[in-house]
């Protein structure tokens, strides 16, 4: 018994100098670990540019050009860029980099997630850093997407641009003049039902106007409508919903009309997994809304694919812009060079680069008119319907929000759940409720 | 008597200073859970009680996030739609996971092919499988509506009306799980004692009364537990929504988690999405108890 206790005491001395050292040396182990990280990674990102890029897709090799004449024509400046496949991922990327004091120098996003990130007066004025830069030059509807409470928080690189897409074949088939094309919504209705294909079931074969498949497009539709019949979303000082007037309830009730009385569509058509299986690139859809993105994929698929400019209701054309932004954070370390990579990107000869190899709209006017930008057919259509887009945007942080309650409204009109008036104020005292936050 | 006083020697705790080096050895792997698990978890309810963005200062609303959820028409919506997409999945994955697993446990010749081919749904990239199953269910080329129309019936807009669409959710999540359900209740039938079986047939039970007198209650503890899983698995269902559907339309298959998601990353309001996460959490939390007290009833 005795050795046994002897052991046991034994034991317990060691248990306790080794606990110690134990606690000790996890401790120092971490300490060290973590001082070690944040010393490496502060020093890392103050010797390098961290740009996080959405430049993926159609634009990815458009934007590895852009980064490899960057790294040429500023050989001092070390740029380290991250690319993201998706809009939302680098969304996800930049809000919980934000909030860990993480955030990049310089990113590249669709213009709502931008306006988003500048509530936290986190992203710097480029009006006044980019001191090069003649904000004259550049398209006033793209540039307005980036100006929130009369700061510049992000300046696009590129926008894209709505028109109407159609199939040549289609409309030449129907008898339609493919070079007119509608000159206002009764002709865009005529144009729509000639160009509508059912079966004697009723199966819908080719849709003469294929309006939207998801809440985005919903709402794009919607505010193409909205604008053609002479309204806007907002007031002039973006304060209150202008969107539930008589211009808004035209709006629904022609794209009720064309489903439910003239059945150009069916609700949900189009639906799938998008790119080359859209309707329009499996000959489905003779029209469809269409953006830069749309071309690429149609002419693969062989669709004889043409761009006219979307009919107002009683005449003349509008258009929405959609542009992709860059934006520089306060926090940055490297401020001065982050500044620099803009400017580089927004000198004509790049301007007109970045256009050419992606088909977007530069934000440059004089990159728009380059002879090289003109003779490529598609992107000069663009570059047209951009010019119909209204000087004013939607630029107010809460748009995403914006987005789902106008396209609920719109497909509760639709799907006959509510009327449209009833929808559309139940909406607009929504965005009231979210502008009041 | 002396086996008495071992087995409560052993059921007595030991002290710490006996066990060190267990503690030690665990020591790494309970800071890896309380910093994955319990420390997250605990920042969700705190963030619950604010109006975190992430951008904007924070403020401390209290309990503002839940009375918002009570009456916040969409979330309601989404609780409905989840209850449904629950119920939908567990109770017939569950049904055609014993059917089959009873079955497959037989000396049926190919058994072991057929268990592999129900098997691989659960094997497969869930977005791969949501692609696919969109081009299954699409309008006017997929397969089901070109077997309805050749049978002369109308065809169907699966994923198009807000009818349909979390149905059409829910039979692709029953292909997908049921191989699971399959494989534990395989396990389990093969833990019921063969004799239990003769003893019933030598006593002239039919195959009916063995399956509902023996089987069925033989297999309750893993009925429970699969019914947990698959209860929590539903319940946080998002990958094959944000792909097939993206909570469309109309928000019909909007559920809390997807909305969680849009909500967050989205319109940037995680102190609310942190409140439908909390309720989540406890809704999932009960379950789980009820269910494993049912369970130890069982056992017991």
């Known amino acids: 018994m005795p050795p046994l206790a002897r052991s046991q005491g034994s034991n317990e001395m060691t248990f306790k100098s080794n606990r110690r050292q134990f606690l000790f040396g996890a401790a120092a182990s971490t300490l060290a670990i973590t001082a070690a990280g944040g010393v490496g990674r ?31 024509a500023h050989p001092e400046i070390a740029l380290n860029s991250s690319l993201f496949a998706e809009p939302s991922q680098l969304n996800e990327k930049i809000l919980t980099a934000i909030n860990g004091n993480t955030a990049p120098d310089l990113f590249i996003q669709h213009w709502d997630y931008t306006l988003t990130y500048s509530t936290g007066d986190k992203l710097a004025d480029l009006k006044a850093g980019l001191a090069n830069v003649n904000f004259d030059d550049l398209d006033g509807s793209l540039l307005a997407y980036g100006n929130i409470g009369g700061q510049q928080v992000s300046v696009p690189l590129y926008g894209t641009s709505r028109g109407l ?30 160009l509508t294909k059912r079966q004697e079931s009723g199966l819908l074969e080719v849709a003469g106007l294929s309006m939207f498949h998801n809440d985005l497009e919903t709402w794009e539709i919607f505010t193409l409508l909205l604008q053609g019949a002479g309204g806007t979303l907002f007031n002039d000082d973006l304060t209150a919903p202008a969107f539930g007037g008589p211009e808004g309830l035209a709006a629904v009730n022609f794209m009720f009309e064309l489903l439910h009385t003239d059945k150009v569509t069916d609700l949900g058509f189009g639906l799938g997994p998008g790119g080359s299986a859209s309707p329009m690139n499996q000959g489905r859809a003779a029209m469809i809304i269409a953006g ?62 970045f256009a050419l190899a992606s088909k977007n709209v530069p934000v440059l006017k004089a990159a728009q008119q380059d002879p090289a930008v003109q003779a490529d057919p598609f992107l000069a259509k663009f570059v047209k319907t951009a010019s119909f887009a209204p000087p004013k945007a939607a630029a107010i942080p809460a748009f995403s929000r914006m987005v789902t309650i106008i396209a609920r409204a719109v ?3 639709l799907f006959k759940r509510v009327t449209a008036e009833e929808a559309l104020k139940a909406a607009e005292a929504e965005v009231i409720a979210v502008l009041g936050r | 008597m002396a086996l008495q006083s071992s087995t409560a020697l052993a059921r007595r705790p030991q002290s710490f200073t006996q066990n060190w080096s267990a503690y030690a050895f665990l020591t790494p792997a309970l800071i890896i859970l309380f910093l994955s698990l319990l420390l997250p978890a605990a920042a969700t309810v705190v963030m619950s009680l604010t109006d975190i963005s992430f951008l904007r200062p924070t403020n401390f609303v209290w309990f503002d996030n839940y009375v918002k959820l009570v009456s916040d028409g969409r979330f309601r919506q989404a609780v409905g739609n989840t209850a449904y997409y629950t119920v939908g999945v567990t109770l017939p994955t569950m049904a055609l ?49 070109g077997t309805l129309t050749q049978l002369g019936l109308p065809p169907q807009p699966w994923l198009q009306s807000p009818n349909l669409a979390m149905t059409s959710l829910i039979v692709m999540a029953i292909w997908r799980d049921f191989g699971t359900a399959m494989i534990i209740y395989l396990a389990g039938l093969q833990d019921i004692p063969r004799d239990i079986y003769e003893a019933a047939r030598l006593d002239g039970a039919k195959t009916k009364d063995i399956f509902f007198r023996i089987t069925v209650p033989m297999l309750s503890n893993v009925t429970f537990y699969l019914m947990i899983i698959l209860i929590v698995q539903t319940f946080q269902v998002f990958g094959a929504i944000y792909v097939m559907t993206n909570g469309g339309p109309l928000g019909s298959t909007e559920t809390i988690v997807f909305q969680m998601y849009q909500t967050a990353f989205g319109y940037t309001e995680f102190g609310y999405a942190a409140a439908m996460s909390t309720v989540l959490f406890l809704a999932i939390l009960l379950f789980s108890i009820i269910g494993t007290k049912i369970i130890r009833r069982g056992e017991s």
């Open chain 1, 42 to 72: 502060a020093f890392a990102q103050d010797q390098q540019l961290v740009f996080w890029s959405q430049l993926a897709g159609s634009k990815k090799a458009a934007g590895e050009a852009l980064e490899a004449a960057f790294k040429t």
């Open chain 1, 165 to 194: 897409g159609v199939n040549r074949k289609y409309v030449t088939e129907a008898g339609l003049d493919a070079e007119k094309g509608p000159q206002n919504w009764a002709e865009l209705r005529e144009w729509a039902k000639a």
């Open chain 1, 292 to 353: 830069n993105y749309s071309t690429n994929n149609a002419l693969k698929a062989g669709i004889e694919f043409d761009v006219l400019p979307i009919p107002m209701k009683d005449g003349g054309f509008t258009s929405l812009v959609d542009p992709f932004s860059f934006a520089v954070t306060k926090a940055s370390p490297n401020q001065e060079a982050a500044l620099s990579f803009v400017e580089f990107a927004l000198t004509h000869e790049q301007q007109v680069a």
């Open chain 1, 411 to 413: 497909q509760e009109t």
């Open chain 2, 97 to 145: 996971g014993l059917l089959a697993a009873v079955a497959l446990n037989g000396k049926l010749r190919g058994r072991i092919v057929f268990r592999t081919i129900f098997y691989l749904p659960v094997l497969t990239s869930l977005i791969a499988a949501a692609v696919v199953w969109m081009y299954v269910y699409e309008p006017y080329s997929g397969p089901i509506n």
